[in-house]
T-cell receptor, first 109, second 113 residues
Framework: GQNIDQPTEMTATEGAIVQINCTYQ??????LFWYQQHAGEAPTFLSY??LDGLEEKGRFSSFLSRSKGYSYLLLKELQMKDSASYLC??????????WGAGTKLIIKP | DAEITQSPRHKITETGRQVTLACHQT?????MFWYRQDLGHGLRLIHY???????NKGEVSDGYSVSRSNTEDLPLTLESAASSQTSVYFC????????????FGEGSRLTVL
């Protein structure tokens, strides 16, 4: 079966750095995607990796290792507004997105 | 600005009733999707469409139907609502079928009593 695993909840301090991990087992691979979802709101696209390595986008970076079936989202200089759930999704060989259950990130002052 | 809107945002209904959730997008995207989101689960695909008159079943399609008569709209119908269909429903669209960058509506919270 297809499976995406990510931690249920993480806590971090304002101004710090946090890494949210995602491991996957899917039928084929056509990219890995990270979304941010604030409570009660819609998910919004953050980043996309299709090749191994690090993609940087301001305070957010995403890393992919296809051989290990592993990705992480790195958030730097955390702000209170970063409190949200972070969803990892993998596009399989049929171009269907398989979603993880999300990691709820709590930022403390 | 282009957008995707859902209605109603909140609905309470009774078991056995028919319910339709509307989704309207002005992105001019051919590709539209319906997902449900439940605690402890990732987003699960209900139905999707790659263009007018095209509809396809997703992972959890039982008890749901969609129709695509134009580019802008993909209404989701629950033929006979069940308590297991209490959930938050998201409509989304994308520029191409292969794109994982989805644009989501605000969500519709449905409670079936």
């Amino acid at each position: 079966g297809q499976n995406i695993d990510q931690p249920t909840e993480m806590t971090a301090t304002e101004g710090a750095i946090v890494q949210i991990n995602c491991t996957y087992q899917t039928s084929g691979f056509n990219g890995l995607f990270w979304y941010q979802q604030h409570a009660g709101e819609a998910p919004t696209f953050l980043s996309y990796n299709v090749l191994d390595g690090l993609e940087e986008k301001g305070r957010f970076s995403s890393f992919l290792s296809r051989s290990k079936g592993y990705s992480y989202l790195l958030l730097k200089e955390l702000q209170m507004k970063d409190s949200a759930s972070y969803l990892c999704a993998v596009m399989d060989s049929n171009y269907q997105l398989i979603w993880g259950a999300g990691t709820k990130l709590i930022i403390k002052p | 600005d282009a957008e995707i809107t859902q209605s109603p945002r909140h609905k309470i209904t009774e078991t056995g009733r028919q319910v339709t959730l509307a989704c309207h997008q002005t992105w001019n995207h051919n590709n539209m999707f319906w997902y449900r989101q439940d605690l402890g689960h990732g987003l699960r695909l209900i139905h999707y469409s790659y263009g007018v008159q095209d509809t396809n079943k997703g992972e959890v399609s039982d008890g749901y139907s969609v129709s695509r008569s134009n580019t802008e709209d993909l209404p989701l119908t629950l033929e006979s609502a069940a308590s297991s269909q209490t959930s938050v429903y998201f409509c989304a669209s994308s520029e191409t079928p292969e794109s994982g960058e989805l644009f989501f509506g605000e969500g519709s919270r449905l409670t079936v009593l």
